[in-house]
Each structure stands twice: as structure tokens, then as C-alpha cells.
């Protein structure tokens, strides 16, 4: 069964950084898209940044950009989020997300096909 876990969550000081980690497990052959949205209580989930087979195609959304690596290993089919200069606004639930087949739009959540459990981050002020 394919599964997705993720590590690497936690309490940080606005300013500081986290990386967060996502091992793929029960599947041979690599995922098309690997990405990472985020959710706080009573909104809808956010997409963070995802990444392409190849890792030649990155996408990051507006709020992230310049402060968040989105990066993957396929040999280890583990996907990464380093976040640096965290404010309190990044406070959520990180959720990975994976995609086993072809898409066009990796900023959607339907697109992809399996999902992690989460992992908390709380960037205290």
C-alpha cells in the first residue's frame, strides 16, 4: 500500500527555519509531482510548493516565494520543504501529496493522488 509520512514539524521562533521531509513508501517507480499544502483551522487546504519528477519544474505560491526550497531525492522517493525566515502567518498543518500520474496543474489538490497525514508547525512571534 502506498503511503506518504511526514517528519520534520514543530515549534519555531518567527524568523527561524524548519525542513520538513516526506518518505514515500509502497510504490516502485517515481512520483510524477510531489508537492506541499498547508492548513489552518476553518480554511481550506493551500497549495505551498510542489516539485516534477525531474525537479525541473518548481511552483511556489505568492506567500512562500524566496523563503521556501521545495527539493526531492527519488532515490530515496522522499520530498523536502526547507522554510526559512518562518512568521507567524506559516503556522499550520503541512500536508505532502504525491501524484502517480501525469498532470497538468500541480498548485490543485485534486490532482494528486495520495497524501500524508500532516505535520504541525507553529511559528511563535
Known amino acids: 500500500q502506498e503511503q506518504l509520512v511526514e517528519s520534520g514539524g514543530g515549534l519555531v521562533q518567527a524568523g527561524g527555519s524548519l525542513r520538513l521531509s516526506c518518505a514515500a513508501a509502497?510504490?516502485?517507480?517515481?512520483?510524477?509531482?510531489m508537492g506541499w499544502f498547508r492548513q489552518t483551522p476553518g480554511k481550506e487546504r493551500d497549495f505551498v510548493a510542489a516539485?516534477?519528477?525531474?525537479?525541473?519544474?518548481?511552483a511556489y505560491s505568492d506567500s512562500v516565494k524566496g523563503r521556501f526550497t521545495v527539493s526531492r531525492d527519488n532515490a530515496k522517493n522522499t520530498v523536502y520543504l526547507l522554510m526559512n525566515n518562518l512568521t507567524p502567518e506559516d503556522t499550520a498543518v503541512y500536508y505532502c501529496?504525491?501524484?502517480?500520474?501525469?498532470?497538468?496543474?500541480?498548485?490543485?489538490?485534486?490532482?494528486?493522488?495520495?497524501w500524508g497525514q500532516g505535520t504541525q508547525v507553529t511559528v511563535s512571534s
Open positions: 516539485v516534477r519528477w525531474d525537479a525541473y519544474n518548481l
Open positions: 501529496a504525491a501524484s502517480s500520474r501525469i498532470i497538468t496543474d500541480p498548485l490543485r489538490g485534486s490532482s494528486y493522488d495520495c
Open positions: 509502497g510504490r516502485t517507480g517515481s512520483w510524477y509531482y
